[in-house]
């Protein structure tokens, strides 16, 4: 898995039951110190998610909306989820890498939770291409 850049992609997550089925969600990656460091401040909704690497921990200090709140392992494994209303300091963990975001009550649509793995796959210029798998 190489280093992520600013910009948008696609966010896969795969059911854990037999068939397989996953739910693909728009996303946004947040690489950079800048993007890292805005977040989601000042917005009111989120379409699909956000993906801060490398992070451990967020906060939800001037934001707008509670969010829901993954924590990935180096490998793209769900070791934590929670909920954050505005105003809150979530703990570092200490086996996480990246922190996906999205609004309170999406990543439970999705089928996200503890010990599921995603897939991300970032836009280029010439077409998607396939990261951290």
Do not use: C, Q
Request: proline residues 6%; positive net charge.
């Amino acid at each position: 898995m190489g280093r992520w850049r600013d910009g948008r992609g696609e966010l896969t997550v795969r059911a854990e039951d037999a068939d397989g089925s996953a739910v693909r969600v728009p996303l946004e990656i947040a690489a950079s110190y800048r993007a890292r460091t805005k977040g989601l401040l000042g917005r009111d909704s989120l379409d699909g998610a956000l993906l801060l690497s490398p992070a451990n921990s967020v906060h939800t200090f001037r934001m707008r909306i509670p969010i829901d709140v993954a924590y990935l392992d180096r490998r793209l494994r769900v070791i934590a989820v929670r909920t954050m209303p505005p105003g809150r300091l979530g703990l570092p963990r200490l086996r996480a890498r990246h922190v996906l975001e999205a609004e309170a009550g999406a990543m439970e649509a999705w089928g996200l939770r503890v010990g599921a793995r995603v897939e991300v796959e970032e836009e280029t210029p010439s077409g998607p291409g396939l990261k951290g798998t």
